[in-house]
């Protein structure tokens, strides 16, 4: 069984290392300069990159840490959309500039490509750009030019496609779409989704993961979206407790993960109760098929505890590598 | 007699650096608590002296006291701990409190009824009570004790209805009760109703409740359904497409709507006549006696000069409508 987190870390210490928070107000208040601030940016991000070291996670995200919210980095490697107003980010007290769109989108690229760059510079674990998914992204924008929403998907889909192909010769490992949008909202078209994700991630030379988190509809894209072109779907069964049973009940032609820490709540989980959730689904899906993380990016936690599932994660790693299982599964 | 068009704010004003300096100075330990609250007082003051200079109908204290409206509360009643900070959005951390224990009371109730006193005995026009709303307490806190969300929001609920109580003995007209995690789960909107319930049960006082940034479309109009005499919610965020979710029924006589006319989390400051377009459009289905206008939101995260420009341009907008309108 292999470990991994799903995308942003907390911007902020838990203890007295470098805070882009403090470094941000500093330089608005001109105490500190560009590089300064530039430097703590890559502190942070190399203090996550060495919690997946010594936690010895099989790939890691970079913390986004350079992100104020999901769009941000696509935002500005695309030419005419703009982070608008602040809108709550589905069920969290956390809110996000949605995209606004003003006009034909076109691919400018750059930002995001730098950023990960710069990331895989700091890093000895595989690293994985975490990108969101087209239908999250038409979910939370605003559309005043297009006025055609078949029309605007297309181009949506096009322009992550051209952010993805200009990240693969970055170093990264694996690209990560994340479509909270399918888990929370009820109503979509299974067929267009699964086509335009098909489309998405057509003959993509990287490994390409889809993470699906908190909404209780996840447990119905398993089977349609098991075939779409992903290499792994990371899947919320915190959210969606029907995800587990689904899981245990018969293999899947597809990695499988399983966010089964809670990104969302202080409440520390139990190693041996996972252990136990876990058995059964490394039986049925093959234990070098299955992923461990947690169900959502780690930055709604304060920093101690976010830490601290990290630690839940490695814990859970360790257990399973020596429980004596029958059959032998290994 | 001409209809009246009314002026407000939500809730919180930006600290003058005057006390943001205390505040530093008092977590350093270099100044009393005395002094802080002298230093809140001095803050309080000028908050209300603004307001009353801009001329708005119904004031509010500013909340130079709190740091954030979810952990003031938290850091004052039994049964939360005190978390690291979690980031809210762009470079805005709270202190996110854990509920560890059942909560409750420590000490007397009535925790906001001194700062409410002191700002109402600067001026004759009505100062709001505000407090945050048992929902919002919940949702905005991490549960680690209660065995679901529902019993601990109507333990919060219990606790703010005393609270309200106090402000409404100790004279407050107006009681304010924020509930912004209201619109963030439509399937727990009739639990929120019942807890609003309990806290507004009767309560003597003209009842208010301020929602924003959610989403409106998924739980309008059951949202007239939550027991205050007025909804305060958020516009010009939106580019007041709020107007259109709430033409879908005819606005009910019994209540009243504040609406934000101004983005509090933007450094772009309104043109007079953009605003005056959105007042215009919120009179065409609420009429002008029943409708108050405000900014977005607490105006907190702005600096003391850009609050004072975007609620200068709100009181001039609503003047010229007045005029325009014949209204008072
Ligand atoms: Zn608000």
């Not at chain 2, 068009?5 to 270099?30: I, N, Y």
């Not at chain 2, 005190?82 to 854990?98: A, D, I, Q, T």
């Not at chain 2, 560890?100 to 109402?120: I, K, M």
């Not at chain 2, 600067?122 to 709001?128: E, H, N």
Request: glycine share 6%.
């Amino acid at each position: 069984m292999r470990i991994t987190t799903l995308g942003s870390y907390p911007k902020i210490p838990a203890d007295n290392g470098p805070s882009v928070r403090t470094a941000i107000q500093r330089f608005e208040r001109r105490s500190i300069g560009l590089t300064q601030l530039e430097q703590t940016i890559r502190d942070r991000t190399h203090h996550v990159i060495q919690l997946a070291e010594t936690h010895r996670l099989d790939v890691t995200s970079d913390g986004m840490i350079r992100w104020n919210d999901m769009f941000d980095g696509v935002v500005r490697d695309v030419d005419n959309v703009q982070s608008a107003g602040l809108l709550r980010f589905l069920d969290n007290n956390f809110y996000y500039r949605h995209p606004l769109v003003r006009g034909r989108l076109s691919f400018q690229g750059g930002v995001v490509r730098w950023w990960l760059t710069q990331a895989v510079a700091l890093s000895t674990v595989p690293l994985k750009a975490v990108l969101p998914g087209p239908f999250t992204f038409l979910q939370l924008s605003q559309d005043d030019s297009y006025h055609n929403r078949q029309a605007l998907l297309d181009d949506v889909v096009e322009v992550l496609r051209l952010e993805a192909n200009s990240l693969l010769d970055t170093g990264i490992q694996e690209i990560q779409w994340d479509e909270p949008a399918l888990a929370y909202y009820p109503e979509w078209n299974i067929r267009e989704v699964k086509e335009t994700l098909t489309t998405l991630t057509k003959n993509l030379s990287v490994t390409q993961s889809l993470a699906l988190y908190w909404g209780s509809g996840i447990h119905r894209w398993i089977e349609p979206l098991a075939t779409s072109g992903f290499s792994r779907l990371y899947l919320d069964a915190v959210s969606d407790t029907e995800v587990v049973p689904r899981l245990r009940a018969e293999p899947l032609p597809v990695e499988v993960g399983l966010g089964l820490i809670d990104a969302r709540q202080v409440k520390k989980e139990s190693v041996s109760e996972l252990v136990k959730q876990l058995e059964p689904i490394l039986r049925v899906q093959g234990e070098s098929r299955v992923w461990l993380h947690p169900n959502g990016g780690l930055e709604l936690l304060p920093p101690d505890h976010a830490e601290g599932k990290v630690h839940v994660l490695s814990q859970v790693r360790d257990a399973v590598v020596t429980a004596p299982r029958n059959g032998g599964l290994r | 007699m001409a209809e009246t068009l009314k002026t407000t704010s939500v809730g919180s004003f930006p600290k003058p650096p005057s006390l943001v300096k205390a505040r530093q100075r008092f977590r350093r330990q270099e100044i009393s608590l005395q002094d802080l609250r002298v230093a809140e007082q001095e803050a309080t003051k000028e908050v209300i002296r603004l307001q009353e200079t801009l001329g708005i109908d119904v004031l509010v204290h500013g909340e130079m006291e709190r740091g954030d409206m979810v952990a003031y509360f938290a850091e004052n009643w039994q049964g939360f701990t005190e978390s690291l900070p979690v980031r809210s959005y762009g470079n805005r951390y709270y202190h996110k409190p854990v509920v560890t224990d059942r909560v409750n009371y420590q000490g007397p109730t009535g925790l906001t009824v001194e700062s409410w006193r002191a700002a109402q005995a600067q001026t004759k026009k009505p100062i709001k009570g505000m407090l945050t709303g048992p929902y919002t307490i919940c949702d905005w806190s991490f549960n680690d004790f209660y065995p679901d969300r529902r019993s601990l929001i109507f333990d919060l609920a219990h606790l703010v209805h005393q609270e309200a109580m106090a402000l409404a003995a100790a004279g407050a007209e107006y009681i304010q009760i924020d509930e912004p995690a209201i619109s963030t789960r439509p399937q727990e909107l009739d639990l929120a109703i019942e807890a609003m319930e309990i806290v507004t049960r009767n309560l003597p006082a003209h009842t208010i409740s301020h929602i924003c940034y959610g989403d409106f479309d998924a739980i309008y109009p059951a949202l007239l359904d939550l027991p205050v005499k007025q909804l305060d919610l958020e516009a010009a965020n939106g580019q007041f497409q709020l107007l259109e979710i709430l033409r879908r029924v005819p606005w009910p006589k019994d209540k009243e709507l504040a609406i934000g006319v101004v983005d509090v989390h933007s450094h772009r400051l309104e043109s007079v006549d953009e605003v005056k377009a959105g007042i215009l459009r919120a009179l065409e289905i609420v009429p002008a006696d029943h409708l108050y206008i405000d900014p977005d939101c607490g105006l907190k995260t702005r600096t003391w000069e850009e609050a004072v420009q975007k609620l200068t341009v709100i009181q001039h907008a609503v003047d010229q409508v007045r005029k325009e309108e014949g209204l008072k």
